[in-house]
């Protein structure tokens, strides 16, 4: 029995669940709400961070600097078509997306969204632990003893309980940064 494969198992579900949050919009400019759009270029569709780069300009805006100029008109083409409320805007060597602000409503359904997002992590690390667990069995039918198995199982449960508490920091700072005009 490896805990260090659980407990990087675990970590994988808080990765996830990070990488998931960082693409809820909050009002604010960050990069990951755009670098996921695609945008059709040389051929074929591929994510805008395959073809630039992406930075904040203010709290409301983003830069993007496409690496080769002739796809600029592509490049905002995917922006605009993504449906998402941003309104891109081509000025000399790059494109600026400027960020709406969100409504009272709009920010509510952020919240859901991240609540179930929040809520799939927890189910992963309960799955996790149910595998971890029944290994754990497995191993004591194959001479593991007792006590060793005991106190595996008691540093398993410590740690999901660490990983679920830090899902629920993510989950309230997130909320925080929705709910905040």
Known sequence: MDIDIFKNDLDKCLDSLSEDLS????????????QDILVSAYGTQAPLKNYATINVSDTRSLIVIPWDKSIMESISKGIS???MGFNPITEGDHVRVSIPDLTEERRKEYVKVMKE??????????????????????????????????????EA?????????????????????????
Do not use: C, H, Y
């Open 81 to 83: 078509s993504a449906n």
């Open 23 to 34: 693409q809820i919009r909050t009002g604010r400019a960050t990069p990951e709400l755009i």
């Open 157 to 181: 449960e410590k740690l999901v309980k660490e990983s679920n508490g830090k899902i629920e920091e993510m989950k309230e700072k997130k909320e925080s940064e929705l709910l905040t005009f």
């Open 117 to 154: 997002r929040v809520e799939d992590a927890r189910i992963a690390v309960r799955q996790v632990r149910q595998k971890f667990m029944q290994d754990i069995d497995e191993q004591q039918k194959g001479g593991f003893s007792e006590d060793q198995a005991d106190r595996i199982r008691e």
